[in-house]
């Protein structure tokens, strides 16, 4: 298995706690919605390493 680069892990989180963050505030996502945007995310960041 391959590992992981420190720098494209944190970037990943940075913005997995930034969309929690925005929809924090606006509620305009449900909790549904916002795993499947996260899970969009993760796997992005997946292919990239």
Known sequence: MKEIKKE??????????????KNLRSRAKSDQK???????VIADYARRR
């Open 8 to 21: 494209l892990l944190q970037e990943m989180a940075f913005q997995v706690l930034h969309m929690e963050r």
């Open 34 to 40: 916002m795993a499947e945007e996260l899970q969009k």
